[in-house]
């Protein structure tokens, strides 16, 4: 079967269909590559699968959004979270102090490093941490 090449002379609804049925391709791909190198969109991925306890691909989407947008703090605070979440405390800490080197007065960032920091069983760090937390509103 041979497909009946495109004419101009064709049916005027055929022509439109045709035109809305490419139009519609080109929407998809555009959508398609601005999710896919969209720091936003990853981060929200995170967080909702961080939700669902799927702390694995939670990890993983914040790390894209870190490769997207390397300044992004919430994501390298929940990246660390994640891996906290994982017993991954090391990569974790790491983790919440690149968010912390980005914005100090993260208190959220606080927080969950002390929670990384007990996890390791440095206390008196940990504490520290909660302290600054506490300070900065988190609690």
Request: aromatic content about 10%; charged content about 25%; some cysteine.
């Amino acid at each position: 079967m041979e497909v009946a090449p495109l004419r101009l002379d064709m049916d005027p609804i055929l022509l439109a269909l045709f035109a809305l049925l490419l139009a519609a391709a080109v929407a998809a791909a555009l959508a398609k590559r601005f999710i896919l190198d969209n720091s936003d969109f990853w981060m929200a991925m995170g967080l909702i699968l961080a939700d669902r306890k799927r702390y694995d691909k939670a990890a993983r989407c914040c790390e894209r959004a870190v490769r997207i947008y390397p300044f992004y703090v919430h994501a390298w605070n929940n990246w660390g979270l994640s891996l906290y979440q994982l017993g991954r405390y090391e990569e974790a800490l790491e983790r919440l102090d690149e968010a912390l080197t980005l914005n100090p007065d993260l208190g959220e960032g606080w927080h969950n490093k002390g929670l990384v920091l007990e996890g390791l069983g440095r206390v008196e760090e940990a504490e520290e941490a909660f302290e600054r937390a506490d300070r900065l509103g988190v609690g």
